[in-house]
């Protein structure tokens, strides 16, 4: 199964992450918090904010594209901003 997933560092709020993985999403986590990803190494530690899992991996790309336009990036705004409220 593939998995979406968005993360947001806890070093600097303001910046989130989209990746697909076919690992387990706190499997993928712990990769990002270890600096094994060159693009979230800088702004680690990393926390889990929203996954989707997928059974087809076009469909997995698919969204994981989506999340990054400019369209998914409002989706993925709400998500942050309604995370941040209910901590």
Do not use: D
Not at 68 to 76: A, M, N, Q
């Amino acid at each position: 199964m593939y998995k979406v997933y968005l993360l947001r560092s806890k070093k600097i709020a303001s910046k989130s992450y989209i990746g697909i993985t076919i690992k387990s999403v706190h499997e993928r986590l712990q990769e990002h918090n270890e600096g094994l990803s060159r693009y979230t190494k800088s702004f680690r530690p990393w926390e889990i904010i929203y996954y989707e899992n997928f059974y087809c991996k076009t469909c997995a790309k698919q969204r994981e594209k989506f999340l990054k336009s400019g369209f998914g990036y409002r989706f993925r705004k709400l998500i942050l901003e309604s995370y941040t409220k209910l901590r």
